[in-house]
């Protein structure tokens, strides 16, 4: 956790010139998406292809595995755009991890069987996001049931027996719909006001 | 709340891609349920690409003139492939296991990995293993211990790397819960129990298990057992 602060301050602010780069590059990028703008990936593909084709040189010594690697990280670029999350970090830093991905199988591939593991299992960055898997569920990893038994007790009634359904019994939000009678988006909506909720006490009284 | 978390070193190489596949599993499911090493990865992914990206000159604001490592012909040819592409269909995610009634949710890179995982079996009394298929060297597997299970004291010929994905289980030096990670060496000895409650552990090894204590020795000729990928 110390290393965490050190790093934060170490790294500062982004000079204004990488600002404006990463500002103009999220936005061709939400134009890739929403538009599919060829325009707009021409123009990342001039600015990125070069800087992709320079780390693959490095890491790989070899011209056209490099050509390789720029192609493959540019293809998901263009289909994958509206993964981009603005929030989460800059365009580079996400090109970046497509590129660590592609270099990854690129690696492994001459000692490839065919259903060998590939870099979008081992690093999911390029999923569609997934209700189920982004819904919270890191609360239930992150706590132990045991530790937080008794703020359960401060929950509204319909929205505890679905949590307890969910997470001591280990039922799907389906499950739980058909059990009790009800529609899948209100045990959702409560699975996610529940969590919520036990996050806010959780944290008060942290 | 986790206590116990992979070092910089190795979250770096996480980030890098430069850690086994096996490990690489490990580590991205501990840092699914861990918000502070997710924290500490991005920051890493951001120097990361500090050094490999943003070492070559900045070419988005002054249009690519002046350098020459593509062609525009090279460039015409990857974007007429790249528009002409298919989108790969993404990995679909499964992230319910069960075991003798228990039901686990699968943290989001297991739940991404949940077609390579085999059948469980018991080995021995209330431990149960099923494999992971990822192609490395080494074994991985998925560990379930109920209740009141003790594994018998024992050592690795190389490294083990344990992640607690749901439960607690406990050896000599200390108790281990839901998103801990543990990284043991050759010379460390141990033996992991469980006590009231049961414990489902990711793990990978990369030579097999060596028992030392008493009785358990005579396990050693299969000791094969604990981690082999399929028999």
Known sequence: ?206 | MIKSHPSEAILYQYASGDLSAAMTLVVGTHVDMCSVCQQTVCEIEHDLCSKHLDTVVQTLNTPSHGYSGLSKTDTDKMLEKIFSSEAKPAVQPDELICLEGRRFVLPRTLAHNRARIGDWTNLVGKLWRAPIDVGDRGHTNLIYMEPGTQVPEHTHKGQEATLVVDGVFNDEKDVYYNGDFILLDADRTHTPQTSAQDCLTLATLDAPLYFTSGISRLLNPFSSLFFRASA
């Open chain 1, 1 to 206: 956790m110390q290393v965490t602060s050190e790093r934060t301050s170490q790294r500062g602010v982004m000079n204004t010139t990488q600002q404006d780069t990463a500002e103009k590059a999220a936005e061709l990028l939400a134009k890739v998406a929403e538009t599919r703008s060829r325009a707009a990936f021409s123009e990342l593909f001039s600015h990125f292809a070069p800087k992709l084709q320079a780390y693959g040189t490095r890491q790989f010594g070899n011209e056209q595995t490099a050509m390789d690697l720029v192609q493959e990280t540019m293809t998901n670029v263009w289909h994958k755009a509206h993964l981009f999350k603005p929030d989460r970090g800059s365009p580079s830093t996400w090109i970046f991890t497509i590129a660590r991905n592609i270099r990854f199988d690129l690696l492994r591939k001459n000692k490839k069987r065919k259903d060998d593991i590939s870099a979008d299992e081992l690093w999911p960055i390029l999923a569609e996001q997934n209700d189920n898997l982004d819904d919270g569920y890191a609360l239930d990893n992150d706590v132990l049931m045991q530790e937080i038994a008794h703020y359960y007790a401060q929950l509204p009634d319909p929205q505890r027996v679905v949590v307890e359904k969910i997470y001591i019994e280990g039922k799907s939000q389906q499950e739980v719909s058909d059990s009790l009678g009800i529609p899948l988006g209100t045990v959702k909506s409560r699975t996610r006001l529940a969590l919520k909720k036990l996050k806010e006490l959780i944290v008060e009284h942290d």
